[in-house]
T-cell receptor
Framework: DTAVSQTPKYLVTQMGNDKSIKCEQN?????MYWYKQDSKKFLKIMFS???????INETVPNRFSPKSPDKAHLNLHINSLELGDSAVYFC????????????FGQGTRLTVV | AQKVTQAQTEISVVEKEDVTLDCVYE???????LFWYKQPPSGELVFLIR??????QNEISGRYSWNFQKSTSSFNFTITASQVVDSAVYFC???????????FGAGTTVTVRA
């Protein structure tokens, strides 16, 4: 039923670990995104994919690797986690037409200890 | 470069008061799209309204209304007769034509007290 779903909702892990966040949308959208929200609530684009192709990589460390196996999925894998990676990560999707809103998942709160 | 500024960091009102949130943006493009999103304490991001740069008609939708003025690059949002459930962080966002991202303002935290 959920339009954009991401798992897990909470993720607590130690420095140096590798973790993944999964995202799926059932809206038939062509474009998917990952945004990062920091502790001051600032939202910033990380990646944009259109039809499984990477369109935007907004100067994100290469420890972050998105993977889009199909149009409905965009997963985020993070290697060698650092304390500064602690944030809320939002997946979103939208039609390719920029004249439409993006729909967001519920967010994944990542805490690196 | 595009930039969205929400000068108000926090607004606190008593229930039933009106709340107006300011949003000013910078762009050199003539075609762009503006959005307002709400993030309640539960954390999800909820779409509220959208406006195209070529449509300056201001509208009212229930308790929400917006004032889009290209001349001043502003896209302000008003909640009429606020309720406690309106307490949230409100984000203004901008997207260019042929651009695959939203640029968000820093957000305005609205607290509505009973």
């Amino acid at each position: 039923d959920t339009a954009v779903s991401q798992t897990p909702k909470y993720l607590v892990t130690q420095m140096g670990n590798d973790k993944s966040i999964k995202c799926e949308q059932n809206l038939g959208h062509d474009t998917m995104y990952w945004y990062k929200q920091d502790s001051k609530k600032f939202l910033k684009i990380m990646f944009s994919y259109n039809n499984k192709e990477l369109i935007i990589n907004e100067t994100v460390p290469n420890r972050f690797s998105p993977k889009s196996p199909d149009k409905a999925h965009l997963n985020l894998h993070i290697n060698s986690l650092e304390l500064g990676d602690s944030a809320v990560y939002f997946c979103a999707s939208s039609p390719a037409n920029e004249n439409t809103e993006a729909f967001f998942g519920q967010g994944t709160r990542l805490t690196v200890v | 470069a595009q930039k969205v500024t929400q000068a108000q960091t926090e607004i606190s009102v008593v229930e039933k008061e009106d709340v107006t949130l300011d949003c000013v943006y910078e762009t050199r493009d003539t075609t762009y799209y503006l959005f307002w999103y709400k993030q309640p304490p539960s954390g999800e991001l909820v779409f509220l309204i959208r406006r195209n740069s070529f449509d300056e008609q201001n509208e009212i939708s229930g308790r929400y209304s917006w004032n889009f003025q290209k001349s001043t690059s502003s896209f302000n949002f008003t909640i009429t007769a606020s309720q406690v459930v309106d307490s949230a962080v409100y984000f203004c966002a901008l997207r260019f034509r042929d651009d695959y991202k939203l640029s968000f303002g820093a957000g305005t935290t609205v607290t509505v007290r009973a």
